[in-house]
């Protein structure tokens, strides 16, 4: 393309200007070829006259299409060149606030002098894993591809940050670490990645000063190598320094300062620790005063201090070494202070023994006062014979002095270094490692000296090395690409380096000239004038014989030679340094014994007097002659290993920019930052690049690009190379504009620019072509709507305009008339106004003035009684200020203080065990305490069935006997009969009259209830009268204030809604780093048990439960003690040394005892009472008869002893069956295996033994009832001698309180003793008749008893009432006072006092409450105590007879009997051995696959486990359900740490978990877990143990399951989000309008990288969706898991969106909007729009609709604005700065609409925070979800191998 068809008409270009160094224009006419001059339009439509070159005829730069301006890599620009690259950085900086830009392998940072919150964690995750290309620029992206190379090729990396005092050096070295500790943490618990971060502040403390162009500025160079292991943790690490500016300790410059340690020791001078240091402010020191002020705007120097003295700490640093640090320094302060005086002769001088800073600083240091002061004023001459002492001038001294300092502080920041080296070394292998270089920029100011040129020395070898490193992956990509190339010419600054590091180089000669023994720097500049004259890099100035110039790779720069030779030679006098060497303090004489290069200065001429001190050399006189190396040459060693170092590692470079010198927040000078371009090398990288092919395009992405230029029979071929090479083959003539790579176009400059204007010239002429077909078809309607109206309005205009003239004529006559007598009237009204307002005026000016007369005498007047009072005024003022300046001071320094304290103790609050503390045992004591309740609430309803029960068969007993009596009464009986007869009527009048008793107690009992419920009605009616008057005035008061309280409340309940989430977030967030350190304790353990493989190691005992890690058991501390006697056993159980630790135990234990002491007193009154009502009984009852009673107490016994034996009898049967079995079964086992006759007739002899004892029992059962009857007989005989049998007989017992269940169960042995008879006679004979009259009277009795208790109940329930009345009347007397107090109050008062009362009450409740809890524990842990005893004395009664059994064997049986053994149904239960519960764990939980259960009821093992589990309960074995859950709960964690990876058998357990979990609750006796239970589930219950304890164990572990869950699922469509949701083309056609050519440029990206797209997202969530389903997880949970995935799928594709400027488009809200209803569709297609899903869409919704809105006007504004509502307004305003334009024809969104946004949206409460925590985990609720199976409908599969296990 020829230049006349570049350079046509509105041509864009750049042109010079001195202000802004290249200014936008635009050509108004074509250029022709022998054109002198370029007509040009400027901004400001002004004409200009561009002149060109005749002998360059060079033209201005062309400008690059708006589409390209603001991309991320400058090397993606069409046209490469200053002014393209100045523009770019300025528009991104600018307009769009981006600080970060891409050059191609540089990263260009400039400094915004602003804080900006891309630096936090969610951003360091965000970059984390991602290419290099995929994000917009940032110093985490170079820090993530240099981490990634590492890890991929195993090769070190270095990066280097380069640029000018102020750029940004040091903050992004230490965004970088950051990154790398981050990504890279330690895997050990040394926290060296802490480490790491901590020397920061220590070397920013010790190397930093303030300069006029940062305050904040490194005065040394610093290489740091973090060191990685083979899992690329970090292990280590080392600093490496270079050319610390020594010089800045004795000299500042105006507006600068010291470093900042001696300002932070200052500041903090008032420390306790610190006094002895005797510093004041900073002001008042020489060395840290020179500069002026000693503060910076915005640093607290003191709370720098801190920080600095934690980060010792950190690093391992002894308080006492840290005060020897901070003495160290100090006395550099007080040696600058030192007064020295002169004395009258020129050539000596003294200093005073008074000196208070000399003597504290020979105090700090520890050395002899007087040496110091003489040998600061005086230097020792050494010649072969005799050694002088000479004194020195004041400007020796003052020199020599500053030299001592200068050199204390090298070594002390030589020793610090080392300090924090051995820190951060490690013992471990390192693999590899990542060097972080933050070195000085070059530098050029108007007095050059020998530090700038050392610096820039050091920019002229990384410059060599990154221009040979950037030629070379220039050529790697072609190779790469398969494109021919030829030699890249670029500059190569070797002469330069030759210049000043080659043999008689400047640095060498310079060294030559320090070796002279009266070299000077004259001499030194004469020589290089000389030497170096003629080379090409140097010259010399005109006006100076003293100063040079070298021309550098940046610029020229003039170096003054004055004090070259002695920063060179770096001199310190010996006998200073002998005398720090013999310093009492440790620390400082190990700082100068290392130190082998101080040598005593050169032995010069003196006038001075000598004085002759020994004759004999020093001892150390043969080291003297060791020159000691100079600092250039040291300077010139370092920085060769350095780039051996570099040379050795892959580079990345990251070059900092100042943006301008006033450190002014994003505001750009483009002089300063062209000088910084050049300077440092990015330009040179645009010129390499501009010199081969810098644009490149992948084939598809050229194909989207351009495939309107393609024609369409083009088209119809499939291979987009072919169609591509013939497209451009077409369009670009000249064949070396482009080549064609393996994968890639490649273009030169300015092609795409072309390219850009043909495809908008296409479609400019598209759209030409259709907007005048549709105009002229617009303007032909138009026209002819137009003619028809036309024509009607000219119709009735004509009419009208006639009217209108005659109408016209007729009121300009009327008119004239009305104009005559107006004119008239006016004039004469206007002349009285003129008239009147003159004498108004001269009325008021007279008052006026005669009012100013006395106005002004009278404020004469009072304006000495004003400044009378003033001026008392102002004295009070001044004193008030003092005092109130005082008062400030003392409460800021309270306020630090209390700050401190209050940061420790929110440290402490939020830390884990704190929250431990606070929380543990509560959840578990909430649920017990509910738990107690409910089974005291089953216990009352089974005891008030077991009643009825009775009753309806004592019922049905009294008709059955009635029966019996009438059937007796009719038979032939005789005389026994008649008696009978009699004896029957005489109960019928007795019960009669009992009945009529009762009756009476009835009805007086229901007249006193009904009075007491009457007058329980009035009070209630009375009570809610008052009621109904306090309600009424509540509303009165609270009307006024009724909308803010709803407010109030409203807010109130969504701020608990959000606590309560909070704190299930937290308490989640514990347990998930509970499994965390969990995991990380098994995996040392692993570690430690392969280290220490020894004989002597000792495993854990096999029963030892690992609950005690895993549950949160409530401790002595938290759990609530029962009595004493249960807190002191729980004491020894733990331990004396655990208990003593927690005083709430003993508390407890002195309130149950002052508990228990009140209950011993009503107890004891209670006993008193008792007796009392017993004695009146008494002397009420008759004497009773003796033999009576003692034949009741025979016959109670012989009946207790007949049931016992009964029960015994029983037992033995069951015995015997099970032995009969037992015997079965071993005859079995006998025919197969005849060998063992032994075992068979043992069971022989059991079983004889055992029918003999059955024999026994029965016999003693038949004597017992013959005892009983003999006994009845004799009783009747006795009582048919008495004169009146139908007397009321006196029953001994018969005033005694029988208990109902005793009552019952004697007359049911008496039922069953009288059911044995067959016929009347037998019962005749036997005396039975007697028995059964026996039967009847007891039952009578019964019934007595039962009125007597119920007299005695109601009696009770009366005395309950009155005290309720009484307790009533208190509390509304006590409500009625409270009342009248609250009418007193204001509203708000009554509102605060109401509020306080129903807390109070409530806080009364709970309390007691609690004590009854605490009862109803203590009663149940007492029997449970009691039932254990009882049960062990059966297991042992047990044992004893079985060994009495075994001891009694025979050796034959005289018989054998075979019982058959009835088959009972299966009751849901699964018994197993002890020793068989390894097996069971392994067969059900850590051997099991998923699969094997495949068509079997979902979550079979959680079933199976608590049957096994019903088992262990129902034979009340504690021990084996410990055991089981024990294994179990562990074998899961075992299982899912192995299978961590696996989203199917981590969704098996979760669902087993839960389903375990819900089994546990269902069937555990609470009635708020059994309501929807049937009576077959019922049966299954618990009935022993209470497992709520390990209910929460298993939520734990599911709550780690579900975690584990999420962080699987996570990590399978995490790679597919960003692929699926921004880059996939859902919409065809939509991406084909891609804005730029953008390359990814990042060599870490794989070749074969996958694109996914969103059916593969879709496919994947059906696939867990499906899992889940089938493995019978519960519903809810399926919903939050969704939930959380949608949620993570919104927050990785905002993010990307916020950090991608790519994606920023109106296509990719298209895109988003169609994949977002498509996900939206996948939900409602599952069922799980219920979810929450959709919510934790919406800020991806909002952003995809932001993409779309029009950005123009205020109103769009507002219409964003009111839209984006899920948006944070930096998110909103980030989308915007990142919107790219599609093509030339859109419009990029203002700068001043980002800012009416801004001002919008300022009232917003927003956080802080950028991105999205996409690793934010939703709180998980697992809601009871009971089953409807019955265990014993489950059905064990052969496939489990569980044959071992047997129904029950």
Request: proline share 3%.
């Amino acid at each position: 393309m020829s230049l006349s068809e570049l350079y046509s008409q509105n041509t864009r270009v750049w042109i010079p200007d001195p202000e802004d160094v290249w200014r936008p224009a635009e050509l108004t006419r074509d250029y022709k070829e022998g054109d002198r001059s370029l007509q040009l339009r400027l901004e400001d439509d002004t004409i200009r006259e561009y002149p060109i070159d005749a002998q360059s005829k060079q033209l201005p730069f062309l400008r690059n299409p708006d589409i390209l301006v603001g991309e991320n890599d400058l090397t993606a620009l069409s046209y490469l060149h200053e002014p393209a690259v100045l523009h770019n950085l300025k528009v991104r900086f600018l307009e769009s606030n981006h600080i970060y830009t891409y050059c191609g392998i540089v990263l260009v940072a400039i400094n915004p002098y602003e804080q900006l919150p891309i630096y936090g964690q969610d951003v360091i995750y965000a970059y984390s894993g991602q290419n290099m290309g995929d994000m917009d620029p940032h110093i985490f992206a170079v820090a993530e591809e240099a981490y990634k190379q590492m890890a991929r090729d195993e090769k070190n990396q270095s990066i280097i940050v380069s640029g000018e005092s102020g750029a940004g050096k040091t903050v992004s070295a230490k965004y970088a670490m950051r990154y790398f500790a981050t990504v890279g943490g330690s895997a050990s618990d040394t926290n060296i990645e802490e480490k790491v971060l901590a020397s920061s502040p220590i070397m920013e403390a010790i190397g930093n000063a303030k300069t006029t162009r940062n305050d904040n500025s490194s005065r040394f160079g610093k290489y740091i190598q973090i060191g990685f292991d083979k899992r690329y943790h970090i292990i280590g690490a080392n600093m490496r320094t270079y050319l610390l500016e020594k010089s800045r300790v004795v000299f500042q410059a105006d507006d600068e300062r010291n470093y900042h340690i001696f300002y932070q020791l200052c500041a903090a001078a008032s420390l306790p620790e610190l006094k002895e240091l005797a510093l004041t402010c900073a002001e008042d020191f020489f060395y840290t005063s020179q500069g002026g002020d000693t503060s910076i705007e915005g640093v607290d120097d003191a709370e720098d201090f801190e920080k600095t003295r934690q980060a010792f700490t950190l690093l391992g640093v002894r308080e006492s070494h840290q005060i020897s640090i901070f003495k160290i320094i100090a006395s550099i302060l007080h040696l600058g202070n030192v007064e020295i005086q002169a004395e009258r002769q020129d050539d000596s001088c003294s200093v005073s023994p008074q000196d208070e800073h000399l003597s504290a600083f020979c105090r700090l240091l520890g050395v002899e006062h007087s040496q110091m002061e003489h040998w600061l004023c005086h230097r020792k001459l050494v010649t072969t014979a005799e050694t002088y002492v000479k004194t020195m001038s004041l400007q020796q001294v003052v020199n020599a002095r500053n030299a001592l300092a200068k050199h204390i502080y090298a070594q002390l920041f030589s020793w610090i270094v080392e300090q924090v080296n051995k820190a951060l070394h490690t013992a471990l292998k390192q693999h590899s490692f990542i060097g972080v270089l933050d070195i000085y920029g070059f530098e050029t100011f108007e007095v050059n000296s020998f530090e700038q040129f050392c610096i820039n020395y050091a920019n002229e070898k990384l410059q060599q090395q990154f221009n040979s490193h950037v030629f070379k992956l220039e050529q790697e990509e072609y190779m790469k690409e398969q494109i021919p190339w030829t030699l890249i010419d670029f500059y190569d600054n070797q002469p330069c380096i030759d210049l000043i590091e080659a043999k008689l180089g400047i640095l060498d000669l310079l060294d030559e000239e320090c070796k002279v023994p009266k070299g000077t720097d004259q001499n030194w500049a004469q020589k290089l004038y000389d030497r170096h004259g003629g080379c090409q890099h140097f010259q010399k100035p005109r006006m100076s014989n003293t100063a040079f110039i070298v021309a550098h790779f940046a610029d020229k720069v003039e170096y003054l030679s004055d004090g070259f030779l002695e920063k060179n030679r770096d001199t310190v006098y010996e006998e200073q340094i002998n005398i720090l060497k013999a310093s009492k303090c440790p620390l400082v004489a190990d700082l100068f014994h290392d130190d082998k290069d101080s040598v005593p200065a050169p032995s010069t001429s003196a006038k001075g007097s000598k004085i002759n001190v020994r004759s004999s050399r020093p001892p150390l006189k043969a080291s003297n002659k060791e020159h000691k190396k100079t600092v250039g040459h040291q300077f010139r060693t370092s920085l060769q290993l350095l780039m051996e170092t570099l040379n050795a590692t892959t580079p990345h470079y990251v070059r900092c920019i100042k943006p301008n010198d006033e450190k002014l927040p994003f505001h750009f000078d483009p002089k300063r930052a062209v000088q910084q371009l050049r300077a440092c090398g990015v330009l040179e990288t645009i010129r390499i690049s501009a010199a081969g092919y810098p644009s490149r395009w992948t084939y598809h992405d050229f194909f989207n690009r351009y495939r309107m230029l393609i024609k369409k029979r083009e088209l119809a071929s499939g291979d987009k190379k072919a169609i591509c090479r013939s497209v451009l083959e077409s369009l670009i003539k000249d064949p070396d504009k482009f080549q064609f790579g393996r994968t890639k176009i490649f273009f030169r400059a300015g092609q795409v620019a072309y390219l850009e204007k043909l495809r908008a010239d296409k479609f400019r002429a598209a759209t030409i072509t259709i907007q005048k077909t549709v105009r002229g078809w617009l303007q032909r309607v138009k026209y002819r709507r137009l003619k028809g109206a036309t024509l009607t309005l000219q119709r009735y205009c004509r009419g009208h305009l006639a009217r209108r003239l005659a109408e016209h004529l007729r009121r300009t006559r009327a008119a004239v008339v009305f104009q005559k007598q107006y004119r008239m009237r006016r004039a004469r009204l206007a002349y009285r106004k003129v008239r009147r307002a003159v004498i108004v005026i001269q009325a008021c000016t007279r008052g006026m003035f005669v009012r100013r007369i006395y106005r002004q005498v009278l404020q004469e007047h009072k304006a000495t009684v004003i400044q009378k009072h003033v001026r008392g005024w102002a004295a009070r003022r001044h004193f008030l200020r003092l005092r109130g300046a005082a008062i400030v001071i003392q409460c800021a320094f309270r306020r630090l203080k209390a700050k401190q304290e209050l940061k420790a103790l929110k440290i402490e609050a939020r830390s884990a065990e704190h929250l431990k503390r606070l929380n543990v045992g509560m959840e578990n004591k909430v649920v017990q305490l509910q738990r107690k309740i409910d089974d005291q609430n089953k216990e009352f309803k089974t005891l008030s069935e077991q009643l009825s029960a009775a009753a309806s068969a004592h019922a049905m007993e009294v008709t059955k006997l009635r029966k019996e009596l009438a059937h007796y009464q009719q038979s032939p009986g005789g005389d026994v009969g008649l008696r009978l007869q009699e004896e029957v009527e005489s109960l019928r009048t007795e019960l009669q009259r009992a009945h009529s008793e009762r009756k009476i107690l009835e009805d007086a009992h229901s007249r006193e209830n009904d009075e007491l419920r009457k007058r329980v009605a009035d009070l209630e009616q009375e009570n809610a009268l008052l009621k109904d008057e306090k309600e009424q005035l509540n509303h009165q008061i609270l009307s006024q204030s009724k909308d803010d309280l709803a407010r109030g409340s409203a807010q109130e309940n969504l701020l608990m809604k959000r606590e309560l989430e909070e704190e299930r977030s937290r308490y989640q967030n514990l347990v998930k780093e509970y499994s965390r350190l969990e995991q990380r304790y098994d995996n040392l353990r692993d570690e430690m048990t392969i280290i220490k493989q020894t004989p002597g190691h000792k495993r854990n005992p096999s029963n030892q439960s690992s609950l005690e890690s895993d549950s949160n058991y409530p401790s002595i501390s938290t759990s609530e003690v029962g009595d004493t006697e249960d807190a002191l056993q729980q004491v020894e159980e733990i331990g004396l040394e655990k208990a003593a630790l927690d005083m709430t135990v003993f508390l407890k234990l002195q309130k149950r005892v002052r508990e228990l002491e009140q209950e011993r007193r009503k107890l004891q009154a209670q006993l008193e009472r008792r007796e009392q009502q017993d004695g009146r009984k008494v002397q009420a009852e008759p004497p009773k008869n003796d033999i009576d009673l003692d034949q009741d107490t025979d016959l109670a016994y012989n009946t207790l002893k007949r049931q016992e034996l009964e029960s015994e009898n029983k037992k033995l049967k069951n015995d015997l069956n099970e032995l009969r079995k037992a015997v079965a079964d071993q005859a079995t086992r006998n025919n197969a295996a005849p060998g063992s006759p032994d075992g068979y007739g043992l069971l022989l002899n059991q079983l004889r033994l055992a029918n003999e004892e059955l024999e026994v029992r029965k016999e003693e059962v038949l004597i017992l009832r013959t005892q009983i009857v003999s006994a009845d007989q004799r009783r009747l005989a006795g009582r048919s001698g008495e004169p009146n049998i139908n007397a009321r007989t006196s029953w001994p017992n018969s005033e005694k309180h029988v208990d109902q269940e005793d009552a019952i169960e004697a007359y049911h042995g008496v039922c069953q003793t009288n059911s044995k008879t067959e016929d009347w006679g037998y019962l005749n004979e036997d005396g039975e008749l007697g028995l059964a009259y026996q039967g009847l009277k007891q039952v009578a009795r019964l019934l007595e008893a039962q009125l007597q208790a119920q007299s005695r109940a109601h009696e009770e329930e009366v005395e309950c009432l009155q005290a309720q009345v009484e307790a009533l009347k208190e509390e509304m007397d006590r409500q009625q006072q409270t009342f009248s107090q609250t009418l007193l109050l204001s509203p708000e008062a009554q509102v605060e006092f109401g509020v306080q009362q129903e807390m109070s009450r409530l806080t009364n409740e709970n309390l007691d409450l609690k004590e009854l809890v605490e009862k109803l524990e203590k009663n149940e842990k007492k029997l449970k105590k009691q039932l254990k005893i009882h049960m062990k004395r059966v297991q042992d009664l047990e044992a004893a007879q079985t060994l009495a059994q075994n001891g009694k064997r025979h050796q034959e049986l005289s018989r054998q009997v075979a019982v058959q053994r009835k088959e009972k149904d299966f009751q849901g239960m699964l018994e197993y051995h002890r020793e068989d519960e390894a097996l069971l764990v392994r067969n059900l939980v850590t051997e099991l696959k998923p699969q094997a259960l495949a068509g079997t009821v979902p979550c079979l093992p959680a079933y199976i486990l608590y049957m096994c589990i019903r088992h262990s309960d129902y034979v009340n074995d504690d021990l084996k359900v410990h055991s089981l859950l024990t294994s179990t709960i562990n074998g899961i964690k075992k299982v899912l740490k192995k299978h961590s990876d696996d989203f199917e058998m981590t969704s098996f357990w979760l669902s087993n978990t839960c389903r375990l979990l819900h089994c546990l609750k269902q069937y555990s006796g609470d009635e708020g877990f059994m309501t929807q239970n049937t009576a077959k589930q019922n049966e299954h219950c618990l009935k022993n143990f209470d497992l709520t304890e390990y209910r929460q164990v298993l939520s734990d572990l599911s709550i780690q399951i579900y975690q584990q869950l999420i962080k699987i699922a996570e990590g399978v469509l995490q790679p597919m989000i960003v692929s699926a949701m921004l880059e996939n083309e859902s919409i065809q056609g939509l991406s084909g309008v891609k804005p730029t050519g953008y390359r990814k440029r990042s060599s870490s990206m794989a070749d074969g990288d996958h694109a996914y797209c969103l059916e593969a997202v879709i496919r994947q969530m059906n696939s867990f969706h499906t899992v889940m389903c089938d493995q019978g997880l519960d519903p809810e949970i399926i919903l939050q898991v969704f939930k959380q995935l949608f949620y993570m799928i919104t927050a990785v594709t905002l993010n990307n969106l916020l950090l991608r400027k790519d994606v920023c488009s109106w296509s990719t809200g298209m895109q988003l909007r169609y994949n977002i209803s498509q996900l939206e569709e996948w939900l409602r297609g599952r069922n799980l729009h219920q979810s929450g899903a959709v919510q934790t869409m919406e800020p991806l919704i909002q952003a995809a609709q932001l993409l779309q809105l029009k950005k123009k006007t205020p109103e769009d504004a507002e219409a964003i604005c009111s839209l984006c509502t899920s948006l944070s307004t930096q998110q909103i305003v980030k989308i915007l700065n990142l919107y790219t334009p599609l093509n030339e024809f859109e419009e990029r969104v203002t700068v001043g609409f980002i800012r009416t946004i801004q001002a919008q949206l300022q009232d917003r409460n927003d956080p802080q925070q950028l991105l999205l925590d996409y690793k934010h985990m939703f709180p998980v609720l697992f809601p009871f979800n009971p089953s409807a199976l019955t265990m014993d409908s489950i059905h064990i599969p052969a496939c489990l191998n569980l044959e071992f296990l047997t129904e029950v």
